[in-house]
């Protein structure tokens, strides 16, 4: 099993990134796939989840400015992440999981990436 992020960087407030994550050794199409962040000093937190029928979860304060999307042909999931603000800057990272919990904050996944960093800055 392994997933694989890609596409952090580095972006001014205000602008966008899409960050990529793509699984394989498993049957991607049958697992809820989930992206968490860790900021520097703090504790990895989830931010969003998209289960295998494409219901997608954010936590509050990505609402409204991340989008999670997955290509199950190309065994990808996507987060699509505008209106950045310095706070948004952690390493990224996705993980697979049965399913996405009705408490965003919590998780359950059993494998993850190596992680993508993002840095906003000022």
């Known amino acids: 099993v392994q997933l694989v992020e890609s596409g952090g960087g580095l972006v001014q407030t205000g602008g966008s990134l899409g960050p990529s994550c793509e699984g394989s050794?498993?049957?991607?199409?049958?697992?809820?796939i989930g992206w968490l962040r860790q900021a520097p000093g703090k504790e990895r937190e989830s931010d969003s989840c998209i289960s295998v029928k494409e219901v997608r979860k954010y936590v509050e304060s990505v609402k409204g400015r991340f989008t999670i999307s997955r290509d199950n042909a190309k065994n990808t999931v996507y987060l699509q992440m505008n209106s950045l603000k310095p706070e948004d800057t952690a390493v990224y990272y996705c993980?697979?999981?049965?399913?996405?919990?009705?408490?965003?904050?919590?998780?359950?996944?059993?494998?993850w990436g190596q992680g993508t960093q993002v840095t906003v800055s000022e």
């Open positions: 050794g498993f049957p991607f199409d049958v697992y809820a």
């Open positions: 993980a697979r999981g049965l399913f996405c919990r009705s408490d965003i904050e919590a998780y359950d996944y059993d494998y």
